[in-house]
């Protein structure tokens, strides 16, 4: 089985940066695709970054953070990163790990889910 535990979240000014993990274990089909997705109070739950094919190692973002955040990560340590920088307000919400053996992207699809790291930005 698969099992997915995110950290690195916090509170931070509008502007500042944190960077979030995943450490991955279990199932390494099923995690075979990854991504970061994010909910606010009130909203849905929406893509943040995903990886893309892992043939080509795309990865995608949605328009919303594109050019401030990174998705990357370290195959040897398992564990996926978020990067966040130029934070706004409106980037405020539970940030979760996503992983699945079907290439998802963005979508709410995957079935393995970490269980979430409140990030807050204040203006």
């Known amino acids: 089985q698969v099992q997915l535990v995110e950290s690195g979240g916090g509170s931070v000014q509008a502007g500042g940066s944190l960077r979030l993990s995943c450490a991955a274990s279990?199932?390494?089909?099923?995690?075979?695709?990854m991504g970061w997705f994010r909910q606010a109070p009130g909203k849905e739950r929406e893509g943040v970054a995903a990886m893309g094919s892992a043939a080509y190692g795309l990865t995608t973002y949605a328009d919303s953070v594109k050019g401030r955040f990174t998705i990357s990560k370290d195959s040897a340590k398992n564990t996926l990163y978020l990067q966040m920088d130029s934070l706004k307000p409106e980037d405020t919400g539970m940030y979760y790990c996503?992983?699945?053996?079907?290439?998802?992207?963005?979508?709410?699809?995957?079935?393995?889910w970490g269980q979430g790291t409140q990030v807050t930005v204040s203006s």
């Open positions: 279990g199932g390494t089909y099923s995690r075979r695709y």
């Open positions: 996503a992983a699945d053996n079907f290439p998802y992207g963005l979508t709410t699809s995957y079935h393995y």
